[in-house]
């Protein structure tokens, strides 16, 4: 056997890859150094990501030792850490300052409960523990305050004379419907939400986040060609239901994101049938595999089901959205179920993607 070494030891771990990520952990940064000192090994691991399950992390850390033992190690020690992979924004887009990662959450059409499943993903990753934001995008149409109930703390402004956002259960939002009254129409042409925006991005005191979440409105206008302009978004979740008049708009929606250099993190399927609570009967209300079968057409990752439950539905109404209303449930389960798939992706387009060298910025 060779003797032991870090060359010897990072050419073994070149057989080891983060789930989803093509470059291996040495290429990758997932492995920062590699410290040899006799037979022992110490490996330095970042992790892009908190949002990993339990079992995947363990996997990875078996593989890492497996692969130090294989090149001659009889001591392994993993000195594990968490840093959100992150890609430095070009010069011209460098408004979110202390913003990591930013997700679109998008649809082609309305109804489809996009704002729903804006609203509970990123709560779902604040409960795996990153620091995430929520920006309600839908200028016209903003609901995210209502889905959210009465803030912890009211929008406000700071001593910089920054807006301060509001913030329910700990997380920071930021909505049009906070600066118009109530029942008033907004009735703005494109310059004017393009100010707006903007004012969104600068003007917000967001702080330090792993992750902002963009609740778009549905199609492919001056919202989405704003946000385009003015700020890197990381990716685009699209959201669709079963039927084809859904996933026909939906294309479009993806069309529209590809031509702006938006990387699709993969499709979500809401509403995508009913089960009886009386009888377990599953009922598919709105056709079936609409979802799959865009996802594979368009090739990108089919990311999960929602099915459709009364409790979604009150939880938004009562602002008590379902992932905090009741934790335990299944459809919390899924929803923290698709943050992991969403945040898994996002470290998959930082790590491996050909765009702009990516950097893994420290969590504080």
């Not at 309600?136 to 149409?141: Q, W």
């Not at 993190?265 to 079968?293: L, T």
């Not at 939880?315 to 299944?330: A, Q, R």
């Not at 923290?336 to 898994?344: C, F, N, P, Q, S």
Request: glycine letters at 10%; charged letters at 20%; proline letters at 6%.
């Amino acid at each position: 056997m060779a003797e032991l070494s870090e060359n010897s030891v990072k050419d073994a771990l070149k057989k080891v890859f983060y789930p989803g990520v093509s470059k291996d952990v040495v290429v990758s940064g997932v492995v920062k150094k590699v410290a040899v000192a006799g037979a022992d090994t110490t490996l330095t691991v970042v992790l892009p990501t908190m949002v990993i399950a339990p079992a995947a992390r363990a996997k990875l850390e078996q593989e890492l030792r497996t692969a130090a033992e294989a090149a001659g190690a009889k001591k392994v020690t993993l000195d594990v850490s968490i840093k959100v992979a992150s890609l430095p924004p070009p010069a011209d887009k460098a408004r979110l300052v202390g913003v990591k990662n930013v997700i679109a959450v998008a649809s082609g059409k309305g109804g489809v409960g996009k704002s729903t499943v804006a609203t509970n993903l990123a709560l779902a990753l604040q409960r795996w523990g990153a620091k995430v934001g929520l920006l309600d995008a839908d200028v016209f149409g903003p609901s995210v305050p209502q889905m959210l109930g009465t803030p912890q703390k009211p929008v406000g402004g700071t001593a910089e004379k920054r807006i301060g956002p509001a913030e329910y259960y700990g997380m920071k939002v930021i909505s049009v419907a906070f600066f118009v009254e109530k029942d008033a129409a907004v009735v703005w042409r494109g310059p004017m939400v393009h100010k707006l925006l903007e004012q969104f991005m600068t003007d917000v005191d967001w702080g330090e986040l792993d992750y902002l979440v963009l609740d778009l409105p549905p199609g492919t206008g001056d919202v989405q060609l704003s946000l385009s302009q003015l700020i890197p978004i990381t990716g685009a979740v699209m959201v669709t239901t079963p039927q084809q008049v859904a996933v026909i708009d939906v294309v479009k929606g993806i069309s529209m994101f590809k031509k702006v250099e938006i990387p699709i993190v993969g499709v979500i399927e809401n509403m995508s049938y009913y089960v009886c609570p009386a009888c377990g009967h599953n009922d598919a209300i709105f056709s079936s595999g609409g979802g799959k079968e865009l996802a594979r057409a368009v090739d990108t990752e089919f990311l999960g089901e929602i099915p459709i439950d009364g409790r979604v539905r009150h939880g938004g109404d009562s602002g008590v959205p379902i992932v905090v209303g009741v934790p335990e449930g299944e459809h919390a389960k899924i929803f923290m179920a698709l943050a992991e798939r969403v945040a898994g992706r996002i470290v998959t387009t930082v790590l491996s993607g050909p765009r702009r060298s990516a950097s893994l910025v420290a969590i504080k």
